[in-house]
């Protein structure tokens, strides 16, 4: 595992300090040590700082383990609920992904940023709870047909995102400059595109009328591809060097730096297109933040080249960005030939599926998989432990997940598509079990 001493860590290709950089950020770890005089002794100050973080991660990794948890209840219980599909959505993108993107893109930011590690973290524990509560609220009222308890989580959800633009707005304002501090710009761009969305995906539990496809196209699209993908390009520049334990590309920053105005473009474009149903528009939209997605992963693939995805996070995040791509080519697809709003929304679900487990599901297992491990501190030996714990049984698992989705994503009769998302669900499992025994062994 990058980060940890005795491992090779990313450097990036010049300047004083940037592989340091790199390694802190992507592993959220100490930096393997650069050449030099041999390191002091460490100061009690520097364990007990560890000890913090490591007690926060523990805590704070168990909020997308418990929404990830809910999808395998969900899947048992769904024939009752009328709105299962709607529930099993949120119940990913709102609580799980939205959990880890608050938490490791404030992380992320303060390592690139070179931001002090604070003594205390009462305000991120209020963004979270605030956050966890909106996010319950919005779960029981779209559930429970409450769609005013709905509203009021949305707007708690609102007011929590809000802070987490203000805390990285404010961080960004005073960090001098930094080499990776685009990766801050991406949050930032993801974090106004999810302030956008939530409000319309708020009216539309109490509102239905013929604006409705509109909105949740909109709805969909601003926060798929710009609050959880956006997150994903920013993160990957420093994060993929990192799990492939290699060399950051050449260019890789300035990919990154051009990427971002297309792709942020190509998202305004495509959700006033949406609203306005001027389809030109949505696909000029689309088509840029394509090629922004495209632009940004170039390095990440000239990477692989080099030194190929050998284990389940570097494998599951390398599925993850090719199932992004097919996921812009469907929507595409069924956005273009669409006569009418009503029809581009009913055509859509064809995009979820690949974007939802493709993309985003195997992004955030793979991530943590890497992560966890090494936030939770304890030394080289424990690190090795709970990666291999993590990684155990990942190329059975990278591909089931992937066959089972491909069959999933193609013409095939009902009686098979139950079988084969029963593997995607076994997949699932065999990620959280593991993880669950890292963080309650974490605690000895």
Known sequence: MAGTRGDSAPTAPSGPGAGRTVSAVASAGPAAPAPGPAPGPVTAPAVAAGLRRAGWHRRVAALPLAYLAGLVVLAFVHPFLPAWRWTAIHLLLLGAVSN???????????????????????????????????????????????????????????????????????????????????????????????????????????????????????????????????????????????????????????????????????????GVGLLAWWRVVAAAGLSLFALGALIALRPALAVARTRPPYAFASWSLAAAGGWLMVALAVDAATLLPAADPAGAADRFGAVLLPLLVGFVAQVLVGALTHLLPVVLGGGPAPVRRRTALLERHGPQRVAMTNAALLVLVLPTPPFVRITTSLLVLAALVQFLVPAVRVLLTARR
């Open 100 to 270: 880890a993107v608050v938490v490791w893109s404030a992380h992320f930011a303060a390592a690139v940023l070179r931001a002090p590690a604070p003594d205390r973290r009462r305000a991120e524990a209020a963004r979270l709870a605030a956050l966890n509560v909106g996010v319950l609220a919005v779960l029981t009222g779209g559930t429970a047909d409450r769609p005013w308890l709905g509203v009021a989580g949305a707007t708690l959800v609102f007011v929590a995102v809000t802070a987490h633009l203000v805390a990285l707005t404010h961080w960004l304002r005073r960090a001098l400059p930094a080499r990776f501090s685009v990766t801050v710009r991406y949050y930032l761009a993801a974090t106004v595109a999810l302030l956008a969305g939530v409000p319309v995906g708020a009216g539309m539990l109490v509102i239905d009328d013929p604006l409705r496809p509109r909105l949740l196209l909109f709805h969909a699209h601003v926060n798929l591809l710009g609050w959880v993908t956006l997150t994903v390009l920013g993160t990957l520049l420093t994060l993929w060097p990192t799990v492939l334990r290699t060399r950051m590309a050449d260019g890789a920053v300035r990919a990154a730096t051009v990427a971002l105005p297309v792709a942020t473009t190509g998202l305004l474009l495509l």
